[in-house]
């Protein structure tokens, strides 16, 4: 059976190929995969976003290597930097219950 890290993994992975598979090359997120993904996956994130520009922003940031598209590794930065802003913010809500 696996772990809940593991089933963790899987999920990231099932999602971005879940998506990466509309347009153009199926290994990648297009701009419109993105948007996509952005809409249904992290729904609560965007809804707090007030900026029209934010997909475009994201993408701009996450393409490393300027290919307008985004590959798995550049996905990943994405889910790791969400994640640790996350925890960042749970630790402070902690500390300030603490005080």
């Not at 153009?24 to 965007?46: A, I, N, P």
């Not at 300027?66 to 930065?77: P, Y």
Request: proline share 2%; glycine share 4%.
């Amino acid at each position: 059976m696996p772990t809940q890290l593991e089933m963790a993994m899987d999920t990231m992975i099932r999602i971005f190929h879940r998506y990466s598979c509309k347009e153009g090359d199926r290994f990648k997120l297009s701009k419109g995969d993105l948007k996509m993904l952005l809409q249904r996956e992290l729904t609560e994130f965007l809804s707090c976003q007030k900026d029209p520009q934010l997909v475009d922003k994201i993408m701009q940031d996450l393409d490393a290597n300027k290919d307008n598209e985004v590959d798995f590794n550049e996905f990943v930065v994405m889910v790791a930097a969400l994640t640790v802003a996350c925890n960042d913010y749970f630790v402070e809500q902690l500390k300030k219950k603490g005080k």
